[in-house]
């Protein structure tokens, strides 16, 4: 048995020998721990039980009789095969977990360069993002946003929320979206058929309940004000909307979305932990560089990660160097092939960073 088989095993066993021995324990912490490695261990236990059944297959192969002979080959790289994908699920799961994957998400959308162009691929985005999340079961929710004169959005922010007993999670199905995304094509007020380049920029951040990240009352202002619409006309006479800001960062929050006073100040603080939070996680990031973590997962927001060439029908993702097809089909939030090759790089980039 490997080496990092046999630990899990040895863990397990510790742990279950401490929550019976009737001494005191962390309840919660090991119950946990127990259920995470249960599965793996149910694994581990298949894996011995059929590397055994290998073994004895291989005594057949000898047999004198061709046909039992034959029959022990047939076995052989059946038992084979299921030995090497069980390998492959227990290495998998034991590799190192982003602690948000289990969390909902906000995701900001902000138009870069490329003016009324950039604000209407905002509106895409944000579309598409939102077919996508229906399509996973998950619920889009907008949180504020900005209109531009051309029928786009200057900034959308809007927070996706899955199902408690489902597999798949908001932030590991979204987190690979932060970064700029290029747009390049004609826009449809060009006479002249020429390509136009703009940018969006993504953020896609984990929704932080305040036992997960809490944020002294002292640090927050939090002021009460009149919703506005479109070119800051007011829609709303009564001081609803919530505007919020960390002091020590100058970060600041706002909703106007929700009805009440109450409901857009939840939201708001729900938008200023998650921006505190990965503000400083940014500040540690740069000062200590972890070679094991996934450089997929956690991009620099700044770095361009994606180019949508509509002329060529082509969607380019930059850090894994891969091209896809049916641009139009992307756009209305097909976009299950382009997630999953980007978990899949993850996966392997984990696997080779563990080897070092």
């Not at 490997?2 to 020998?17: C, H, N, R, W």
């Not at 927001?301 to 097809?325: A, C, G, L, W």
Request: glycine letters at 6%; aromatic letters at 6%; hydrophobic letters at 35%.
């Amino acid at each position: 048995m490997e080496v990092g088989f046999k630990k899990i095993l040895d863990e397990y066993d510790s742990i279950t020998t401490e929550m019976s021995s009737g001494g005191s324990f962390d309840m919660q912490k090991l119950g946990k721990r127990q259920a995470e490695l249960a599965p793996i261990v149910g694994r581990i236990s298949e894996l011995e039980k059929l590397e055994k059944e290998l073994a004895e297959n291989q005594k057949l192969l000898s047999d004198s009789d061709p046909e039992i002979k034959s029959m022990a080959l047939d076995e052989g790289r059946r038992l084979e095969s299921r030995v090497l994908d069980l390998k492959s699920e227990v290495e998998e799961a034991l590799l190192p977990k982003d602690a948000n994957d289990n969390k909902n998400v906000i995701v900001e959308i902000r138009a870069g360069a490329g003016g009324d162009e950039a604000t209407l691929f905002v509106a895409e985005m944000f579309r598409a993002y939102g077919k996508f999340a229906e399509e996973l079961g998950f619920t889009p929710h907008i949180v504020s946003s900005s209109k531009s004169d051309a029928g786009g959005f200057k900034e959308v922010i809007f927070e996706i929320h899955g199902r408690v007993s489902a597999q798949k999670h908001p932030y590991q199905m979204f987190k690979y979206e932060s970064g700029v995304h290029r747009v390049q094509r004609v826009p449809e007020t060009e006479k002249s058929g020429r390509v136009h380049t703009s940018t969006v920029t993504v953020a896609v951040l984990p929704i932080l309940e305040e036992k997960d990240y809490a944020i002294a009352d002292k640090d927050l202002k939090i002021e009460a004000t009149t919703s506005s619409g479109h070119g800051g006309q007011s829609v709303n006479t009564t001081y609803s909307a919530v505007r919020i800001l960390h002091i020590p960062t100058g970060i600041t929050a706002q909703c106007q979305d929700e009805r009440s006073f109450m409901q857009n100040k939840e939201k708001a603080l729900e938008v200023i932990r998650a921006r505190v939070a990965q503000h400083y996680e940014d500040i540690e990031n740069k000062k200590v560089r972890d070679l094991t973590k996934s450089q997929i997962g956690t991009g620099d927001r700044s770095e361009k990660i994606r180019t949508y060439n509509f002329p060529q029908d082509r969607v380019t993702d930059h850090r894994i160097n891969q091209n896809f097809n049916q641009i139009n089909l992307i756009m209305e939030g097909k976009l299950s092939q382009i997630s999953e090759a980007l978990q899949k790089a993850d996966l392997e980039m984990k696997k080779e960073a563990l080897k070092k």
